[in-house]
């Protein structure tokens, strides 16, 4: 609660971050009172697995999530993909891989789609997020298959990631989350 963490692309055609890029060291922001949202854990039974997907700045919100949850230690494994165009864009990425080096139930799965643009040859995965569910990657890395029935699946990016891999976890019998129905796939559509 001694400060707020900001991930954030400037977006030039955007009512929010051009203001927020705009502010001067020290210059204050106005927020509510209140921090609410239902894209938490909370919902989440402590026995499920986590799949965390992302695109771009979408990690946001899941690098509390991760701090917590790894802390909090048990036998939960945690997966985290996250997607983009160039290796320069995936945020945490240094944090993220020393967790993986550190907790034996935790994988980061960086992933980018154009590595012909990269000033180094990449070396990791290629693609799309939801490439890495359909080539089984965590599958592979965990020793079993997660399923709805022993992971929670978490989607926040780009619209076209998260209806694609919506379709694809629907198609293993994954649900979306809501208050009403609860699921084993949580959204968070911010575009």
Request: aromatic share 12%; with cysteine; hydrophobic share 35%.
């Amino acid at each position: 609660r001694e400060y707020l963490e900001f991930y954030i692309t400037l977006v030039q055609s955007g009512a929010l971050t051009p203001r927020i890029f705009a502010l001067e060291a020290g210059e204050r922001i106005w927020l509510s009172n209140k921090i609410t949202g239902v894209f938490t854990l909370d919902s989440v039974p402590p026995e499920m697995n986590l799949v965390l997907m992302a695109t771009g700045t979408g990690l946001a919100p899941y690098m509390s999530m991760i701090r917590s949850a790894v802390l909090e230690g048990g036998n939960r494994r945690i997966a985290v993909i996250h997607g983009a165009r160039h290796s320069c864009d995936l945020g945490y990425r240094s944090e993220l891989t020393w967790l993986t080096d550190e907790y034996r139930h935790f994988i980061y799965l960086p992933i980018i789609s154009r590595p012909q643009e990269e000033p180094a040859p990449w070396t990791g995965e290629t693609g799309y997020c939801q490439d890495a569910w359909t080539r089984r990657l965590i599958e592979r890395r965990w020793g079993f298959t997660p399923t709805w029935k022993n992971t929670h699946v978490f989607l926040c990016g780009n619209p076209g990631m998260i209806e694609e891999a919506l379709g694809i976890l629907a198609e293993e019998r994954f649900r979306e989350h809501t208050k009403k129905s609860p699921g084993q796939v949580h959204l968070e559509r911010y575009w």
